[in-house]
């Protein structure tokens, strides 16, 4: 039987492979995206969109129905819980560089919905959902990509496959490129409630960075859920994690020791890797998202990396597959724009985001950084640029 064709073969269903698949479609690229999962989960996973990607969501024609579906927050602050300090940022401050002054928080499975029923409506794309790929082989002319269903292996042929597997990339694993970094020996633990934690936190914003010297947390709203992101011991099982006591303990550490009983949504608890993959492409075969890079979730930059990332490639692989482009240079640009930016930008912002919260913001050059902060609107914009990731953007669009 001969393997199915399609232009772009995406390994990997999540917001980063989607969002390329929709891209590509939209122009016309016949696209086909496998998904292990058998629907898209409703998980616990990144949330923030910020405003650089609503940006791109807005060019795809995506905004507003996130945006209906969606939460914004347009400000979001520090606060030291040992002298009650409050540091407030407002996206507004950058309103003039950008159509969207707040970040959307809209949890990724949503905005992996809206794509997936927009992807069905078109003849140009397929998505397979329950299956998983599980090999590759290429050649001068294009990529053998073998996939398992429940029922069966099937085989694709494509001229160019993307990794967007994930963490676990199969891809990544096939192309043998190490995967350069650390694991953090914590683990984070994420709550969500629909308790009105707002009633007994006067200071609270949409999204807030709590340091509590050894401790911290990070408290952020979603539509009809508050998230809670605390760290906890690795060496406790997974049992002793996600217990009763332990999830009074942390709403105890946050509304004090008079705190109510308050019952939670989800409990999940993960590992947390910074990790770049040391090469995003072998001749039809890229990595992107998850499957290239991870980072921790302080500052909501991991899902949103993986969107530049698809953002990034589709202006690669539209003028190959279109107008017959050469495809070494535009696919190399690719690599050295993203890998260097995840390495300057992604990466050295996360690590100093966590270390910042641990030090917390009683340590006098943190406090004396966002005093400046407040104080002086040039260093505040310019800041408010970093975490937005607008100013990874410019750097990236910067390396030839
Ligand atoms: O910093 C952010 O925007 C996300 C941090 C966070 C908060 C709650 C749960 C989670 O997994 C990450």
């Not at 073998?146 to 160019?160: F, L, Q, S």
């Not at 002086?376 to 030839?400: F, G, V």
Request: aromatic share 8%; glycine share 6%.
């Amino acid at each position: 039987m001969q393997a199915e064709h399609c232009q772009v073969l995406i390994a990997g269903g999540g917001p980063t492979g989607m969002v390329l698949a929709y891209a590509l479609a939209l122009q016309g690229v016949e696209v086909r995206v496998l998904e292990s999962t058998p629907r898209s989960l409703e998980d616990m996973r990144a949330s923030t969109i910020h405003p650089p990607t609503l940006d791109m969501l807005k060019t795809l024609g995506l905004l507003d129905e996130l945006q209906e579906i969606g939460l914004k927050a347009p400000v979001y602050q520090y606060h030291n819980r040992q002298t009650g300090a409050s540091y407030s940022f407002d996206l507004h401050d950058i309103a003039d560089l950008t159509e969207h002054p707040y970040r959307l928080q809209c949890e990724q499975f949503k905005l992996v919905r809206v794509i997936v029923e927009r992807l069905k409506a078109m003849p140009n794309a397929h998505v397979e959902f329950g299956t998983m790929a599980l090999h590759f082989e290429q050649d001068a002319d294009g990529v053998t990509v073998n996939a398992e269903t429940p029922m069966a292996i099937k085989t694709y042929r494509t001229d160019y496959l993307i990794g967007a597997d994930g963490a676990n990339s199969t891809v990544r694993k096939w192309l043998g490129t190490e995967f350069d970094g650390f694991t953090y020996p914590e683990f984070f633990l994420t709550l969500s409630t629909d308790y009105p934690i707002e009633a007994h936190l006067p200071w609270v914003a949409g999204v807030n960075y709590v340091a509590d010297p050894p401790k911290w947390c990070v408290l952020l709203r979603v539509p009809e859920l508050w998230r809670i992101l605390v760290p906890v011991s690795g060496d406790e099982s997974d049992e002793a994690v996600t217990s009763d006591a332990r999830k009074d303990e942390v709403f105890r550490q946050l509304l004090g020791p008079d705190a109510p009983t308050i019952t939670t949504k989800h409990r999940t608890v993960y590992r947390v890797h910074q990790r770049v993959a040391k090469t995003f492409r072998d001749k039809r075969v890229l990595l992107m998202g998850d499957a290239a890079h991870l980072n921790n979730p302080l500052g909501g930059f991991g899902m949103n990396s993986g969107i530049h990332d698809a953002w990034n490639l589709k202006d690669k692989l539209l003028p190959i597959l279109l107008e017959g482009a050469n495809p070494d240079p535009l696919l190399d640009r690719y690599e050295r724009q993203r890998r260097k930016v995840t390495y300057d930008f992604v990466q050295a912002q996360t690590i100093a985001n966590k270390k910042a919260l641990e030090e917390g913001l009683a340590s006098s050059s943190r406090e004396a950084h966002f005093t400046k902060l407040s104080n002086d609107r040039d260093a505040r914009r310019a800041y408010l640029l970093e975490q937005s990731m607008y100013a990874s953007l410019k750097r990236e669009a910067e390396i030839p």
